[in-house]
């Protein structure tokens, strides 16, 4: 008797928490109905562009053929996988994509928060709102200009050799060279970046309590003391999760800037993953094998993304989930 009583005083809690979960949504559901219409596009557009097409992963395992498509095409399970692992480009797409990436972490992440750091203490509104516009305006501009721009500048007459040549050094076409590729790309997002990341960092110091400022100060405490003991600190949940974030996306090197700047005398450096899944599935038609490639891919980012918030949450008690 006593053991069906503690077998089933857990399942009742349990319905009692998914009753009251039911009861509130639909009285929120009543109370913001312009709000859950707005946020129906949302829904649906994920819905239809990004958990509907999730069916096409089949591939992956799969000897796919477009013209008797997904489910006629032969199983060969982990046969692309196996493939990959043993290819001569694995270990150089793992490995570029992974610097790329920790380098982009290491420089990239950190910009727009200094930047932000630096907007906050400036005083004078007009310079301030001046240097915000100039940091915003690469973001907009389109990624094959900002290539374009980067071509020319980087040329062995460009405006960079110009600068190396005025001061001493010798020129070089800094895209045709592998060791110079990745502090191209890197240093070029930045630059592209910087000033859009600054927003939400921006947004985040305006809700710190100025009163904390006004305490500091009473208490003795500089510009740079107030700054890392009251503004960092306000900011850093923001950024904790904005890190976490990133951390998931690691394994995601945008393919279009790599094949708008990148060569064949640069693939040793420059080639990732996802400008390897582009050549074979779209340039070789290899569209089975490269969803394999695709898929270990967002796994790895998946497991990222789930480490880093259980690390987070587990430490610093700031998480997603």
Avoid at 113 to 120: D, F, P, Q, S
Avoid at 272 to 294: C, E, H, K, P, T
Wanted: charged share 15%; aromatic share 16%; hydrophobic share 50%.
């Amino acid at each position: 008797m006593n053991t069906m009583i503690s077998k089933t005083k857990p399942v009742t809690a349990i319905e009692d928490k998914r009753k009251v979960f039911r009861f509130g949504l639909l009285l929120d559901i009543r109370k913001n109905k312009l709000l859950y219409v707005m946020l129906l596009p949302v829904l649906l557009y994920y819905v239809v562009f990004h958990y509907a097409p999730m069916y096409g992963a089949l591939i992956a395992f799969k000897d796919y053929s477009p013209r008797i498509g997904i489910w006629g095409s032969d199983w060969v399970g982990f046969e692309h996988f196996i493939n990959f692992f043993n290819g001569a480009y694995f270990w150089r797409t793992i490995k570029n994509t992974v610097l790329i990436s920790f380098y982009q972490l290491l420089f990239g992440f950190p910009a727009p928060i200094i930047l932000a750091l630096l907007l906050n203490e400036l005083r004078h509104a007009m310079f301030k709102r001046l240097v915000q516009t100039v940091t915003y305006m690469p973001h907009f501009i389109s990624l094959i200009v900002i290539c374009g721009i980067l071509k020319d500048f980087t040329t062995s007459d460009g405006v960079i050799n110009d600068i190396i040549a005025f001061f001493g050094g010798e020129r070089s076409t800094f895209l045709l060279e592998p060791s110079l590729f990745r502090s191209v790309y890197v240093t070029s997002g930045i630059w592209q970046n910087i000033g859009w990341g600054t927003i939400i960092f921006l947004a985040a110091l305006t809700g710190i309590d100025q009163e904390q400022y006004e305490a500091a100060r009473i208490d003795g405490a500089g510009r740079w003391k107030q700054m890392t003991h009251v503004t960092l600190p306000g900011i850093m949940p923001i950024i904790i999760i904005l890190l976490i974030l990133d951390i998931g996306k690691m394994m995601n090197v945008g393919f279009e800037k790599i094949i708008l700047l990148y060569n064949p005398g640069t693939y040793e450096t420059a080639d990732v993953i996802s400008s390897y899944v582009y050549r074979v599935g779209l340039q070789d038609f290899n569209y089975s094998y490269s969803s394999a490639v695709g898929l270990f891919n967002s796994v790895i980012n998946f497991a990222l993304l789930i480490s880093s918030n259980w690390l987070s949450r587990k430490f610093n008690d700031t998480s997603l989930w």
